[in-house]
């Protein structure tokens, strides 16, 4: 028979002590009822059900607050229940408590959804914060339990919605549409017939963004003829949302 080599001994001596300890620990530390119902302490169930439930579910809130519930549900706001945005309210719901539920007013909350992220999905409604109304509280333009904003008919976003809603987004959001585009009145109610004209040259975003231009200190200024070369400023920058990086 060969040698057993010497190290082995040390590491079966500490394999059995392990092993023992293990025993050991499995009598004093793994509770009673472990293995009972599966890979879990049976007694956590009931342990569980006891505990108070925060949570009331929105069906609960529907009694006494049924005319928000509808305004909800017509909104793009449907799809989140009450309690994401106020917190748990069971308390305030059975009517057990005189504590009312949270109501979030800061502009934090919405951000959790809102504030822009690239990882969330393209057309997702999102804001840049700094430039989204800085330092007024969304709710005081948008309503939160039905958050889009009423348009007039006639307006350009009646029918360019999508244009209105990414300069409304962008740091172009105080120009007018008509800061830019030459739009005969009849265009609003034909649009096919009597046409919107598009800019045709640099000279509209110059009058702002020039050296020498008369607009507000707060605009950035560039030198038109060495800034972006022999492209159009429309080539590289979306009128519509014109921030080069976000
Ligand atoms: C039994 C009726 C009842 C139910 C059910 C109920 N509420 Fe209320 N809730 C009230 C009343 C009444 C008030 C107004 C209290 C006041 O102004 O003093 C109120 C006020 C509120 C407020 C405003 C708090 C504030 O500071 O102004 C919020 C938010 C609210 N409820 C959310 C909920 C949510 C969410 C649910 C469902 C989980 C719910 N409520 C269920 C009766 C109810
Ligand atoms: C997107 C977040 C959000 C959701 C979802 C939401 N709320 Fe609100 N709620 C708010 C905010 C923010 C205010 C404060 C509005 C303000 O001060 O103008 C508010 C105000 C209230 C108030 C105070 C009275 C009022 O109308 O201003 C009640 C009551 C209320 N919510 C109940 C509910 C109920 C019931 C639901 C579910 C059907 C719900 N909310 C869903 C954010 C939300
Ligand atoms: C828990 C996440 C969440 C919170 C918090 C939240 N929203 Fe929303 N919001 C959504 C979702 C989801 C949509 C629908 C997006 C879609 O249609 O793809 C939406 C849509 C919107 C829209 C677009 C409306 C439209 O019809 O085009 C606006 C504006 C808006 N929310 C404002 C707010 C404001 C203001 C607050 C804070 C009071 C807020 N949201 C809080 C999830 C949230
Ligand atoms: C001074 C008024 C005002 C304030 C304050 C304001 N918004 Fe808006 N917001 C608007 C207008 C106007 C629009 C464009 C109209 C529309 O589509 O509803 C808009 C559009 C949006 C959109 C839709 C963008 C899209 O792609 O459809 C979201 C989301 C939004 N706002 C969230 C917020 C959040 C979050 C806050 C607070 C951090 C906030 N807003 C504060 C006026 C405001
Ligand atoms: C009643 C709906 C409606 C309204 C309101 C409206 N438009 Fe239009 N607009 C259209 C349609 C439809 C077209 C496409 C016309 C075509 O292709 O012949 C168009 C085309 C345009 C174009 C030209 C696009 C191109 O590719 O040449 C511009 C610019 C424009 N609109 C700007 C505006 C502005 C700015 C306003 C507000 C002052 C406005 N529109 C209001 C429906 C509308
Ligand atoms: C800062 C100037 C500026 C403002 C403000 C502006 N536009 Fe434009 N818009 C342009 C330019 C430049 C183009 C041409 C872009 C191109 O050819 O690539 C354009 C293109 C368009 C088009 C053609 C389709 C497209 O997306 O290229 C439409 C429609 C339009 N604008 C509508 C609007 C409406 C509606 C508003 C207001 C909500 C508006 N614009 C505000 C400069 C502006
Ligand atoms: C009526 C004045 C006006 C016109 C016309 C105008 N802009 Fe602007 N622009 C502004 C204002 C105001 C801001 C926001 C302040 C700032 O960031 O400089 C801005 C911001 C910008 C920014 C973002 C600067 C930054 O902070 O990153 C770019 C890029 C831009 N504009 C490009 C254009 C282009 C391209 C055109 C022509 C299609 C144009 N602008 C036409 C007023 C104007
Ligand atoms: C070849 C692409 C390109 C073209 C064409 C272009 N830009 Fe830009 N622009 C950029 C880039 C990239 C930035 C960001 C540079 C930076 O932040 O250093 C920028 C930044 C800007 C800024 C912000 C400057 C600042 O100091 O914050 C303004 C305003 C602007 N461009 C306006 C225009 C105007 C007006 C035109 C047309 C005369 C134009 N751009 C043409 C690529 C271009």
């Known amino acids: 028979m060969r040698k057993i080599p010497q190290q082995l001994i040390p590491l079966a001596v500490l394999f059995i002590v392990l092993l ?4 050991v620990a499995r009598q004093l530390f793994v509770p009673k009822t472990f293995g009972d119902l599966g890979h879990y302490r049976a007694t956590a169930v009931d342990e569980v059900a006891a505990q108070p439930a925060a949570y009331a579910g929105y069906r609960v809130c529907l009694d006494c607050h049924d005319d928000i519930y509808q305004r909800k549900q017509l909104s793009s706001h449907a799809g989140l229940a009450c ?11 059975t009517g057990e408590s005189d504590q009312l539920p949270t109501v979030p007013r800061g502009r934090d909350h919405c951000q959790l ?19 989204h109304n800085p330092g007024e509280a ?48 009849d265009h609003a109610t034909q649009p096919r017939v009597v046409q919107a004209l598009k800019p045709n040259s640099e000279e509209t975003c ?7 231009s008369s607009a507000g200190a707060e605009v950035a200024r560039i030198d038109m003829a060495e800034h972006g ?13 014109p921030e080069a990086k976000l």
Request: with cysteine; charged share 15%.
């Open 206 to 212: 110059g009058k702002c963004h020039a050296r020498g």
């Open 83 to 93: 309690e994401t945005c106020h917190g748990a309210a069971a308390a305030h719901a």
């Open 113 to 131: 959804c809102h504030g822009y992220n690239s990882a969330r999905p393209t057309g997702f409604p999102q804001i840049l914060s700094n430039m």
């Open 229 to 241: 070369g022999r492209y159009l400023c429309w080539e590289c920058h979306y009128p519509h949302l």
């Open 138 to 185: 969304c709710v005081k333009c948008h309503d939160s339990h039905s958050p889009r904003m009423a348009k007039g008919n006639g307006e350009c976003s009646a029918c360019h919605q999508m244009i209105a809603n990414q300069k409304a987004v962008s740091s172009h959001m105080s120009l007018d549409c008509t800061d830019c585009h030459t739009v005969p009145i």
């Open 20 to 23: 023992g300890v293990l025993v």
